[in-house]
Structure formats: structure tokens, C-alpha cells
């Protein structure tokens, strides 16, 4: 089992999307693909038109009072399943924080789905948390979206750093360009050069294009609604990026 | 029933009782019927039929059927999925490339299904048992929030299946041995089927509550291969190599045993077409125990057939045998090889590559002249005068069964008893002479003597007290593994000697496989060694007093 977590400590970045479209991606490949909507805020729930509640809430998942899977919601797609965000999760810190090895909760929880499931995505909510803390442990590989500011590089090497200072578990980490706006030269600029200097920035980037923001409305992922868009083959070609990096390996730190 | 999974049979008349606009064939009136009912609490969404073809996979001995596991192939338009029914009731999935039957279980996509399925059907390849034609009808259910909670599939189909003569045994599994086949198509019942989204399985409840209160459906009682099967005729897990005739004590010897050797007859015929198309090594297998046990049952109780029947068939079926042998020979080195080669320690596994490539080579050449034998006048002779003649024993008239001979006249009870004592007693005698000086060829010949009597106990099972019979054959086979472990070793070794030979001859044997090939003997040599040693124990444990009295509880009728 892969465990891929969409990560960023901003918002509004492009986080939800880049998870609901590349879960579904991963299972349309035939791959068991589960995505856990991990932000109380339940956006990418909503997009599956599933109701935002896990019965017990956090406290049920963390404590394991209520068997892990049965949570599990099945979406409308073959292969991909949900487990859906619940308002309580903003409270899973002090949950965390409560258990034995709290940093470790998350990965203890994940264990077990490998016999179910050959992908796992996490959407995690925008913030530097336990919550977080314990992605950072439990994820494979961080997939990163950053938006291509002057400042996208140093908030990029923050991240590098602190996962360089975790001392067991290291998760590769690979961000890629979001909202990427083309009529904006620094933008073209910084998605043109960076990634030639740079191993953890992907070559595979996302345009701003409302048809993304559309997701809202057809509640559906992107694929499903508008396959030959350019915005679908971004998508497409981050996928392949991000799976062919597994299969070759992967990356540690840039 | 998998879980979350509901399955219906629609009754067809259901089709222009049920349904206000009607057209077409049954599936397509459902619909509006069945939307009606879930409605206002659920809505269905409309999608297209699609033509769909369903093949049911099985072994040839239907090892799939008695795990309880149910394995369909789904192939429509650009699309292929591979489903399994497990007996605690999960269903498994795997999207797959279309695939061609029969296959071995690892060209099944990697994943939870093939894991599953694999240990079950080992060496054996999945065969078409079934297949139908149709057209499948999914919609979606979806609740307030327009999300599917539940799928409902509709299928119509119609099974094809063939019927002619040849085999007789009613075991045809799409390649036996038939000669004379017509296709015919026959109707299935349409099958309503709702399968829950995870997480979503009360709804579904409440979708198969609203559902089974319509006129016209009813929850299905069978599954849908057991409906298959039914709808034509065939009778699940219908081939085995067991013997399994039912014999009466009172019956005459002669028509028993003819029985008995009609039975091992449709099993060898059973397996020729497999066999002939390489499906997998087990057909050439059941081939050659059918005809050793036919061989046997001729040279431990052929004089209890009437005339000279044994005499003038005995030579035919040891032609047959040893034509058989050579492929299965090499089948044997070649489904050992990954095995041994995990087991070298100085040599490394590549190096037993070309020993792999030539005895693939051989096996093309000797199942040339395997097939030759099958396709022969000589074999088409041997079958039919051989069901021929058995057929005249079993049916033949008091008149002429009272000029018979004393043996075949006798109950077939007393024959049992009397040849079951008189192996076992040569059993004992030949093995009790064993040393551990004593050259491989005697062992050889105790191996011999327990196949004997243990084929002498398979043909009379059924006359014998269940526990007892399968006590005594317990002990036997202990025996017979220990024997064949020491025996294959040896045989093994000198076979491993005689291929290099062949290589160097072919100039097909670099310096690392012969250096292999010689490690490969040797540790034959020590497992046959080891085996050896724990000869001792095991004959005693067969000649225990318990073991013994079980064979003379065995065979007290005739006294």
C-alpha cells in the first residue's frame, strides 16, 4: 500500500483538488485507491457527494471504539472509496495529543487497510498541527501544490527541513506547480526554470481555469466531467509523474 | 450471497404485467417498474444495455465449486472484469485485460483475487464451464444527495451448452472428449441483482425491502452459476477421480468389476482432450492413473471377468501406459524444477535454465508421439471393444451368466475380501524381506504391492464400513509417501543423469548446469536417504495391531 498526502501548510492552494483528481486517476488505473478527508471542512466529501459525518466521530476513529472500516464510504466511481471528513476532526489534535506515541496514531490506523487497499490519499487540512505531524509519519510520499511565487521556494525548504529533522520515518517529498497562471510572467518564469534546478518539484503543473472550480458544482472529479480537458491531462501527466517516481524509487529530500 | 449483495429472480411474465410502456425483451420493461416502486426515497438513473458475455471459470475437478468460490469472466465492449464469490460471502473484483480461456491461475491479474483463487486451483488451469450471452442493464440508485448508494443489474441471458455423445460422463467442461456436439442456447431466468456501496448497505436493505414486495420477484434462491447449471442440465462437481461405484455385496463379480472398469474408462476418456490440447499436466495425470488402475484391476482380479477378456486387453492397456509415460516423466521434472532449483546451495537457480529449455524441447517431441497414440485406430479400437465388452458383462442376461466361470459367478463381496487379504499379505511378505542393505528394486517392488492394495481398496470402498476403510487407507498411504519419496528420489537422480547425458549429447549443457544438474542428484540422493531411514517406522506402523485388524475386518466376508 502507497500512501500519497496532499500537504501544504496554506490554504487554498489547490490541495483538495490535486487528491480527489489524482485518487480517482490512481483507481481508474484498477488500483484500490481510498482517500481520507482528513479537513473538517469536507470539501473533498462534498465533491462525492457524501454526508460529512463519521458516526463517533474522531474520538471513534482515534480510540478505535468503532471498527476503522466501517467507516469507509464507497464513492460512485469502480476501485475508490472515501473515508469522509467529520466536523469533530477539528478536535483530533487534543485526541493525538492524549494517545501513546501521539505522532504516531495515523500510521497505526492505516496499517491494517493494506489488506484492502493499494492506495491511500490524504487530504489533510492547511495547517502545522499533531494532525499534520502524524501525515508526515504515516505518508509515503507528500505531494505538495505551491503556487509559483517568489516565495514558493522558501516555503518549499521549510518543509524539506522539517521533514529532514523527523528521526524515523522520512516521507519523499514532490510539489508541483498550482494555479499556475499563464499571463503572469513570473509565473511562466518560475514553472519554467525551477523544476530544471529542482528534483522535488514536478514537471507536471496546474493551470488556474475555473473549469477546475467547476469540481464544486458537478460534484464530481474533474476526469469524469470534462475528460479531454487541458486541465484533466495536467492532471494525467502529474499522475504519471508522481507513480512512475514509486516505481522507479522515488525521491528523498531534493 | 456476498455481502451487501441482494440478488432476485424476475419472473418473465413479470415483463407485461408489471410495466405500463413495454418494449422490448424482459430487462428493458423492468425498469420503469422497478423506479416506480424505490420512488420518491430513491431516484434511478437511466444508462445504456450493454451486451455483455459471462463465462463461469472452474477447474476440470471443479476444485473452485467444493471451496465454494464462484468465478465469472465479464467481458463487454473494451472492458473486462474478473469476479469472485467467496464463500463468507465477499465478492472480489479485478478489472482485467481480456483474457483467452483456459489459463493457469498466475496469468489471472496480480492482486486479492488471484491470491485467492491460486492455492485452490494449483497446477490446474480455469476452464469455461459455462458461458452465457446477454445483456446487462446497471443503474444507478442514488439518494437525496443524487450519490449511488445501490446498483441494480439486470440480466437477461442465454447459456449455450452442448450436448452429444463421447464421454458419457456428463463432466464436460468445454474440452472432453465428445465427438458429436450440438450447441444449443437456453434462456436464463432474468436476475435482478442489488449491490450496496460500501457504507451504504441499509439503504440497499431498504432498496431489496421496497423490491421483493412487487408482484413478480423473488429473492433468488440459488446463485446465478447454480441457476446456469440448472437451466441446461449439468450437475456441479460431476467429474472426480475418485472410483466411487456403488456395488451391492450380492452382486456377481463379473459385472461389478466391469463396472468398476467402465467408470475408469470414461475417467481416462474424460481426460484425452485435455490432454491432447495441453490444457495442463493433471489430464495426462488422471489419464495414467485410469489406466493403472484399469491395469491393476485386470492383473488382480481379471479372471473374475468373463472369458478371455483379460488376457486379450491386458497387452492393449500396457501399450497405453507406457505411451503415456514419457511426457508425464518430463511433466514431472519440469513442474519440479523451480522447486529443486530454490533448494540449490552452490549452484545458482539460472544455471538450471538450459536443463529447463531442453526438457521443454523433449516434451514437444514426446507428446508428438503421445498425441499420435491418442489420435491412433489402435486407441479408438481399444476404447470402443473395450466399452463394448464391459457394457456385454454388465448387462448380460441369467442365461448366459450361468455359463461363467466359479470367480465371476461369486458375490462380489467374497472377491474383495479374498484379493484385498491376498495383497496385503504379499504387501507384508515383500516389504518385511526390505534391509536397509537391500537394493532400490526391492523397494521398488514394495511400492508396487501397496499401489495394488490400495487400488484394490479404492474399487471396493463402497462395500466396505466407512471408518475403517478410510483408517486402513490412511496407514496404506503414509506408506506409499514414505516408498515414493525414496523411490522418486532414485528414479529422480538417474533420470537427472540420463538428461545431462542427453545435453552434453546436444551439446546443450554449458559447465554451470552440468555442475547444477550433479548438485540436483545429490541432493535427491540425500532426500530418498532420509526417506529411507523412516522406512522401518512406517511399515511398523502399518503392521500394527490396529492396522491389521482394520484389514481383516475389511475382508472377513469371505470368511
Known amino acids: ?254 | 450471497m456476498p455481502r451487501g449483495v441482494r440478488e432476485f429472480t424476475l419472473d418473465r411474465s413479470f415483463a407485461t404485467t408489471g410495466a405500463r410502456a413495454i418494449e422490448g425483451p424482459g430487462a428493458s420493461a423492468a425498469w420503469p417498474y422497478l423506479a416506480g416502486a424505490l420512488h420518491p426515497r430513491f431516484q434511478v438513473a437511466a444508462d445504456r444495455p450493454l451486451a455483455v458475455r459471462r463465462v463461469w471459470l472452474d477447474t476440470f475437478d471443479w476444485r473452485l465449486y467444493r471451496a465454494g468460490l464462484g468465478l465469472e469472466y465479464i467481458s463487454r465492449r473494451g472492458f473486462a472484469e474478473l469476479s469472485l464469490v467467496t464463500r463468507e460471502g465477499t465478492r472480489i473484483v479485478s478489472t482485467t485485460r481480456a483474457m483467452i480461456w483456459p489459463g493457469l491461475s498466475d496469468t489471472l491479474p496480480r492482486g486479492p483475487l488471484r491470491e485467492r483463487v491460486a492455492p485452490v486451483v494449483g497446477i490446474r488451469a480455469l476452464l469455461p464451464i459455462l458461458s452465457s450471452a446477454g445483456t446487462m442493464w446497471t443503474q444507478c440508485v442514488l439518494d437525496s444527495e443524487k450519490k449511488t448508494v445501490a446498483r441494480l443489474t439486470v440480466d437477461d441471458g442465454v447459456v449455450q451448452s452442448g450436448t452429444g455423445t463421447g464421454t458419457g460422463t456428463g463432466t464436460d467442461i468445454g474440452t472432453t472428449a465428445r465427438t458429436d456436439t450440438t450447441m444449443t442456447a437456453t434462456a436464463l431466468p432474468t436476475r435482478l441483482t442489488v449491490t450496496a456501496v460500501r457504507g451504504y448497505d441499509g439503504q440497499a436493505d431498504r432498496i431489496g425491502r421496497l423490491i421483493s414486495e412487487l408482484p413478480g420477484i423473488s429473492p433468488a434462491s440459488r446463485s446465478a452459476l447454480d441457476t446456469a447449471l440448472a437451466a441446461v442440465g449439468r450437475k456441479p462437481g460431476s467429474y472426480t477421480s475418485k472410483v466411487g461405484v456403488q456395488l451391492a455385496p450380492a452382486t456377481p463379480a463379473g459385472p461389478a468389476l466391469a463396472g468398476v472398469l467402465l467408470r475408469l474408462l470414461e475417467m481416462a476418456e474424460a481426460n484425452v482432450e485435455g490432454v491432447i490440447r495441453d490444457i495442463d499436466t493433471e489430464f495426462l495425470h488422471d489419464l495414467r492413473i485410469a489406466v493403472r488402475r484399469t491395469r491393476s484391476a485386470l492383473k488382480l482380479a481379471g479372471d473374475a471377468l468373463p472369458g478371455d477378456m483379460a488376457v486379450r486387453f491386458t497387452p492393449e492397456f500396457r501399450w497405453l501406459g507406457q505411451l503415456t509415460t514419457p511426457s508425464r516423466d518430463l511433466d514431472v521434472h519440469l513442474l519440479g524444477l523451480q522447486r529443486t532449483a530454490a533448494g540449490l546451495i552452490t549452484a545458482a537457480p539460472e544455471d538450471l535454465q538450459p536443463l529447463h529449455a531442453s526438457l521443454v524441447r523433449y516434451r514437444v517431441t514426446e507428446r508428438r508421439s503421445l498425441i499420435r497414440g491418442l489420435r491412433s485406430a489402435r486407441f479408438a479400437c481399444l476404447t470402443r471393444d473395450w466399452r463394448g465388452a464391459l457394457s456385454g458383462v454388465v448387462t448380460a442376461p441369467d442365461k448366459a451368466t450361468r455359463r461363467w466361470a466359479e470367480h465371476a459367478r461369486q458375490p462380489v463381496a467374497n472377491l474383495a475380501a479374498a484379493r484385498i487379504r491376498r495383497a496385503h499379505q504379499r504387501l507384508v511378505k515383500t516389504a518385511s524381506r526390505v534391509t536397509p542393505a537391500s537394493p532400490d528394486d526391492d523397494l521398488h517392488t514394495v511400492r508396487k504391492r501397496g499401489k495394488e492394495l490400495r487400488y484394490l481398496l479404492e474399487f471396493f470402498a463402497t462395500l466396505h464400513e466407512p471408518a475403517i476403510h478410510r483408517g486402513a487407507v490412511r496407514e496404506l498411504k503414509q506408506l506409499q509417501d514414505c516408498l515414493g519419496e525414496i523411490q522418486d528420489g532414485h528414479v529422480q537422480r538417474e533420470a537427472i543423469r540420463a538428461l545431462a547425458a542427453r545435453m552434453v549429447e546436444d551439446r546443450a549443457a554449458p559447465a554451470a548446469t552440468l555442475l547444477a544438474m550433479g548438485e540436483l542428484a545429490a541432493q535427491l540422493d540425500a532426500a530418498a536417504s532420509v526417506a529411507r531411514e523412516g522406512f522401518a517406522k512406517r511399515f511398523a506402523q502399518f503392521t500394527s495391531a490396529r492396522n491389521t485388524q482394520r484389514i481383516a475386518l475389511l475382508t472377513k466376508v469371505a470368511a
Request: proline letters at 6%.
Open chain 1, 1 to 254: 500500500m502507497r500512501i500519497y498526502a496532499t500537504y501544504n501548510i496554506k490554504g487554498g492552494v489547490g490541495k483538495t483538488s490535486a487528491a480527489v483528481n489524482l485518487a480517482y486517476l490512481a483507481s481508474r488505473e484498477g488500483w484500490k485507491t481510498l482517500l481520507w478527508d482528513l479537513d473538517p471542512q469536507a470539501a473533498a466529501t462534498y465533491l462525492f457527494r457524501i454526508r460529512p459525518r463519521v458516526k463517533g466521530g474522531s474520538k471513534a476513529l482515534v480510540h478505535g471504539t468503532r471498527p476503522f472500516d466501517a467507516a469507509i464510504k464507497g464513492t460512485d466511481f469502480a476501485n475508490l472509496d472515501l473515508l469522509p471528513a467529520d466536523f469533530t476532526y477539528r478536535r483530533m489534535d487534543l485526541l493525538l495529543d492524549a494517545a501513546r506515541k501521539p505522532t504516531r496514531q495515523l500510521a497505526r490506523l492505516l496499517e491494517p487497510l493494506a489488506r484492502d487497499y493499494d492506495v491511500v490519499f490524504l487530504d489533510c487540512p492547511p495547517s502545522v498541527s499533531l494532525v499534520s505531524e502524524n501525515v508526515l509519519h504515516a505518508a509515503d510520499t507528500l505531494i505538495v501544490p505551491i503556487i509559483p511565487t517568489t516565495l514558493c521556494t522558501r516555503t518549499l525548504d521549510q518543509l524539506t527541513g522539517f521533514v529532514g529533522s523527523l528521526e524515523a520515518h522520512q516521507p519523499s517529498i514532490l510539489a508541483f506547480f498550482s494555479m499556475v497562471d499563464r499571463r503572469k510572467r513570473l509565473h511562466r518564469d518560475i514553472v519554467e526554470h525551477l523544476p530544471a534546478e529542482r528534483t522535488d518539484i514536478a514537471t507536471a503543473a496546474i493551470p488556474a481555469m475555473s473549469l477546475i472550480e467547476q469540481m464544486a458544482v458537478r460534484r464530481a472529479p474533474l476526469p469524469v466531467f470534462s475528460p479531454r480537458s487541458e486541465a484533466t491531462r495536467c492532471y494525467q501527466k502529474l499522475w504519471e509523474e508522481i507513480s512512475g517516481r514509486h516505481r522507479s524509487g522515488g525521491n528523498r529530500q531534493g
